[in-house]
């Protein structure tokens, strides 16, 4: 028994090394997609065999490092780092003019962390809450995945247009299926997930193939970005973010972390913003509101990555938050390791200390690794990848990623199903402000749609 | 640099959020698709026929684990031929730039003064060390921008 606990220990530590070292490069790169990165390399460990705990303890370690890696475009150059960083991107700005963009930085990535201590045990307590009513859930799941894909396509950019698509966007996925199922005898789920998070990419794609749209997209120049000058601070390796951060924005940070863990099946950009709205209007000074504000925004940011996979993960096993849909998809579906329906996945296979014990692994791992990288070589990295690495480089590996793992799932049927649903879902969310959210809860949805609908079994 | 890009007229694009060369972009996917899927085709072969007695799932698994290192293999090779379409500017900040921050934003000098006085020593100590305090604390402000 201790030798079996020894070595689920070790492959939990191992694998959330590798997590935070992979993440912490990947977070560098502005714009990256955190459903696009994080849930194909995730897919692969899963696939490959990795125990249950150690695919968690890797998850969590890759997303706080791309997280805090992440808030280095945002504070230092004012490019968003992700989707999530939008929020935060005019406060940072107004420091970075002021010439303390590595103030925004400490202050963003010291926020993360303590909001990362705080979300985790709150969130494996609130998911022990709600795992009575786990049974009622599940066998409502079909249900509960169409009123949330009305939802959330409510609350999308597109709106009415989201409302609109869901059926015929339910429709085309499982004729997709079917096509699957009559080719290979079996139905498809990664071709049609990766086909989804590629989208906005085959959109610029066929944007520019086409000589009518063609000028949507084209510039004359290279793209122009501006970087801060170093000036670093404090002495040695290892900052201590509880130094960096005042007692009163310690608190803030905290308290919003706390309230953001609660919130599982909210937008996290929602909740990132209201955070920052209370406490703007209730810190004064420019310079004190500000970093306050950063502090806990990026918290609020870092709590509901964690929140939304924890709890939805442990107390459910199926995908009910923006998070679980994204990101962190594979974990509750990567067949024919894990399934969400029935439930197959770390919700079974990890027992609520493990959840604890092994994200503490990934969240400490996470804060060793990428949390000093960030503090030290903000700067140097930034330089680096803006002059070495190309965005053509990126796109030829993502290319790569897509057409192997859709091959390794489906063959050329895998290819051809996850470049039908990355052209027309890319073009509904470029063109029509549908974001993938709204089409991962249609597919979840789509097999009950179609079944109840039409009779198509 | 920026005189290396204008001598023609490239065609520049954005995709996925950052500037490429179209035809660089074209080799590049190119590049990717045949080194990622002939890895993995070629690693499952060379494991089916070397190792055959390994369980089917964990040898596609290790195939596709070889098709990914492709992956990587073609963004070394993409980054190595082609430089990213970046310009990088390092600026430099000055008092006068800073009062022009403020001034852009509307901000109210002589609020942000009275509001500097509740705020903790902590918060100060780190304003004065990074030499922006005196840019709140002066009441009225006499400095031309721009001009």
Partial sequence: MDALFFNELLWGLGAALAGGIIFSGIGLISGTDETATIAPLTLLIILLG?????????????????????????????????????????????????????????KMISGSIIAAFVALPISVGFASLLAPYAE????????????????????????????????????LMQGLNKMAIAALGKSVFISIF??????????????????????LLLRSQPREFWLAPELKSWKGYFPNPLHVLTGEQKLYTAAAAAIA??????????????????????VKSLYQRLTTSLAAMNGVTEATYIAETVIPLMAFGIPLSPMALGPAAPLFNAPPVFTSQPVHNLHNLLAPYQFLLYGFIGVMVASLVAYPFSMNYARKASVWVLQKVSQEAIISMFT??????????????????SITIAILGGILNRYFGIHTGVQYMTYYASGYLVLTLFGIK | MSEEFGVRKKPFADVWGDTVDLKHLAIAMIIGILISLSCYILGLNYLQSHFPQLPAN????????????????????????????????????????RNAVLDELNIDREREAEELKTVGPKIVKEMKDLQIYDLFAKKSVDHKVGE
Wanted: hydrophobic content about 55%.
């Fill in chain 1, 194 to 215: 990766l086909g989804i998070a590629i989208g906005p990419m085959f959109a610029d794609l066929v944007t520019l193939l086409s000589p009518v749209s063609r000028h």
């Fill in chain 1, 400 to 417: 790569g990623l897509i057409i192997v793992l859709s091959y390794y799932e489906a063959g050329v049927v895998g290819i051809a199903i």
């Fill in chain 2, 58 to 97: 964990l040898m596609t698994a290790y195939a596709l684990l070889i098709g990914i290192s492709g992956c990587l293999f073609s963004a070394i090779i993409s980054a190595n031929l082609f430089k990213p379409k970046r310009i990088l500017n390092e600026n430099d900040f000055s008092e006068a730039d």
């Fill in chain 1, 261 to 282: 863990s609660l919130t599982f099946t909210f937008s996290p950009v929602g909740m990132t913003v209201m955070a920052g709205e209370i406490i703007s209007s209730r």
């Fill in chain 1, 50 to 106: 990795f125990p249950p705990v150690a695919v968690f303890a890797w998850f969590i370690a890759a997303a706080v490092s791309k997280h805090m890696t992440h808030a280095i475009p945002t504070a230092l150059m004012g490019v968003p780092g992700d989707t999530m960083a939008v929020p935060m991107l005019q406060d940072a700005s107004v420091l970075r003019r002021l010439g303390v963009p590595h103030i925004a930085l400490r």
């Fill in chain 1, 136 to 171: 009622a859930v599940k066998s409502w799941a079909p249900i509960i995945f169409t009123i949330a894909a009305v939802i959330i396509a409510y609350t999308s950019n597109g709106r009415w247009a989201s409302i609109f698509v869901l059926i015929p966007f339910a429709f």
